[in-house]
Every structure is written in C-alpha cells, then in structure tokens.
C-alpha cells in the first residue's frame, strides 16, 4: 500500500465521521437508534426501550415519546423528558412572539394552558383552530394574541400540558407514604 492510499482511507474516515452543518444534534437521540431511510436526507428513529419507530426522528416527537407514551422508558428518563417538555412550553412561547408584540410572554403562555384545557376538557376537536370564526373570535377578545395552528396546540402545548399534570402528580406522590390502591 502506497502513501497516497493510507492518506486517502484516512480522509474518507474523517469525511464519514464529520456532521454536516446544521443544528447540533439532541440530546434525545442517545435514546434512540439511527435508521437510515433509503432515498430520504432525513433518519429515522427507534426507541431503545420498546422498539417503536418512525421514518423521519423528529425529536419534539421523541422526546414526548419518553415522557409520556413510553411503557419500558425507566423513571429518570421519563421525569427528565416530562421536566424538558414542560418547560420547552414557555421556550416555544418565547420564540413564537415577535418584537413588536407588547403582550406579556407570560400572559401568552397562560391563555395557550388555557386554550388547551378549554378544547380537551370540553371535547373540542381541535381541528376549529382553523375556522376563519374562531380565529375571529379570538381576535375580538384579543387582537394582539397570536393563535397557534392545531398542530402545534394538538402537539407541543398539549404535551406540555400533559407533562405538567405529571409532574404535579408525581410530586404530590413523592412525599405520601403508606398508599394502597382499593
């Protein structure tokens, strides 16, 4: 073997271990498996505690994945997921408003809590999210709120919301002794 075959192995090694630009990579991914997907840029996922998969690994998706639908995840994965879903809410609250927008972030994030249990509790689709009337509606109450789509509502705040029930739930747990079920 030539010099010049040693140096050209060497730098096909490092160009196969180097990330292309972009985003770093999540965290949430040490839980998963790499599936490449033929023809696809994107991977897919596979949860290393039960084995479920997805075509494309969208870590929003993961991560509620581990925090909420999980059944094998072990508890300090679950809890970390639950505390990072939770508070991701507010993040994604944060990010949504713009510059020029005066109202109060946390006014924000208190009517989108209040806009998912509305539609949950009472049995809304959320699928009105997307009439022109409701949007007029919520624009008469409040013409500076920003009206999320239904999916970021029926996904990331409703998670968010579930994450925080669980959380209260499992703290209230934490310092009761002497439980029985009956």
Not at 50 to 59: V, Y
Not at 66 to 88: G, Q
Not at 98 to 103: F, G, M, P, V
Not at 104 to 121: G, M, P, Q, Y
Request: glycine share 4%.
């Amino acid at each position: 073997m030539d010099d010049y075959s040693i140096i050209s192995e060497d730098i096909e090694i490092i160009n196969n271990n180097q990330r292309r630009g972009g985003k770093p990579k999540d965290r949430v991914w040490d839980y998963f498996k790499v599936i490449d997907v033929p023809n696809n840029s994107h991977k897919g996922a596979q949860c290393v505690f039960c084995s479920l998969s997805w075509k494309r690994g969208k870590p929003t998706d993961m991560k509620a994945h581990l925090a909420l639908k999980c059944p094998m995840v072990n508890h300090n994965v679950k809890l970390e997921y639950l505390r990072t879903i939770s508070s991701e809410d507010l993040e994604q609250t944060i990010q949504n408003q713009s510059d020029d927008n005066d109202n109060n972030i946390a006014d924000t994030a208190k009517i989108n809590k209040a806009l998912v249990r509305l539609f949950v509790c009472c049995g809304i689709p959320f699928s009105i999210v997307d009439s022109p009337f409701f949007q007029d509606f919520v624009k008469s109450l409040c013409y500076k709120y920003e009206l999320p789509g239904r999916t970021t509502l029926s996904g990331n705040y409703l998670d968010a919301e579930i994450a925080n029930i669980t959380l209260k739930v499992e703290e209230e747990l934490r310092f009761l002794k002497n439980l029985t079920l009956g």
